[in-house]
């Protein structure tokens, strides 16, 4: 399974980015997928993740009312809408897909880097 993770770039603060995540391979049928963020000299956060059979989502408390995650199974894909962007939300952001975990503990499969830079 291959994520490709696409839709970084630079906003400045108050604004909004979409960052979309595609699996390819083979049979894809994932227990979750979501993301992940890493800030320069920091460790990986949990950022979101979305249940892909119910939808049930799951943020962490610092993004919770900003990012929105979503997905569309039939394009083996997801989504994280952020809005009320905020410097502190620098970082690579990291799609995550796993067969068997649904949030923070997600670790089977990984797509590269997508960098959101956030300015005052």
């Known amino acids: 399974v291959q994520l490709q993770a696409f839709g970084g770039g630079l906003v400045q603060a108050g604004g909004s980015l979409r960052l979309s995540c595609a699996a390819s391979?083979?049979?894809?049928?994932?227990?979750?997928m979501g993301w992940f963020r890493r800030a320069a000299g920091k460790e990986r956060q949990f950022v979101a993740a979305i249940s892909w059979s119910t939808g049930t989502a799951y943020y962490t408390d610092s993004v919770k009312g900003r990012f929105t995650i979503s997905k569309d199974n039939a394009k083996n894909s997801v989504y994280l809408q952020m809005n009320s962007l905020k410097v502190e939300d620098t970082a690579d952001y990291y799609c995550?897909?796993?067969?068997?975990?649904?949030?923070?503990?997600?670790?089977?499969?990984w797509g590269q880097g997508t960098l959101v830079t956030v300015s005052s």
């Open positions: 391979g083979r049979t894809f049928s994932p227990a979750a």
């Open positions: 995550a897909a796993d067969s068997f975990r649904f949030g923070p503990t997600m670790d089977q499969y």
